[in-house]
């Protein structure tokens, strides 16, 4: 979602700016977020209800659509998503500069450790 939404928001996507990179990351977390927020409204449900209540997974999900309305598969949305924008902007900006970088440093692409290394790092920034 973070390379799409760079394609079409950065003016030379080869060299985006930080204020493009942090754009950038925070509609993506945006985007991803809202893909898989009733996943975690579902997770919820299940974990805390008796056992019987949902038949599973898909069961929750279309009691809760049914019974609640679709809206409620998307309850708390809001300050989740106010909450994972600026992390995801300063996650995956830090990250893909890190990165880029090494790249540029070395002229060989990271290891699995060091992406591993980059991912930590920019995971503890954001």
């Given at each position: 979602m973070y390379d799409k939404i760079k394609e079409n928001v950065c003016k030379n996507v080869s060299k985006p700016s930080t204020t493009e990179r942090?754009?950038?990351?925070?509609?993506?977390?945006?985007?991803?977020?809202?893909?898989?927020?009733?996943?975690?409204?579902?997770?919820?449900?299940?974990?805390?209800?008796?056992?019987?209540?949902?038949?599973?997974?898909?069961?929750?999900?279309?009691?809760?659509?049914?019974?609640?309305?679709?809206?409620?598969?998307?309850?708390?949305?809001?300050?989740?998503?106010c909450g994972i924008m600026p992390y995801a902007a300063v996650d995956l900006a830090v990250f893909n500069t890190v990165k880029e970088a090494y790249t540029q440093k070395y002229a060989i692409e990271p290891s699995v450790t060091t992406l591993l290394c980059c991912g930590a790092f920019s995971g503890i920034c954001g």
């Open positions: 942090l754009f950038s990351g925070a509609i993506a977390g945006a985007v991803s977020s809202t893909i898989i927020y009733p996943l975690e409204i579902t997770k919820t449900r299940l974990a805390i209800s008796p056992p019987g209540t949902y038949s599973g997974i898909m069961g929750c999900v279309t009691k809760i659509a049914s019974t609640e309305g679709p809206i409620a598969l998307y309850k708390g949305w809001t300050p989740s998503v």
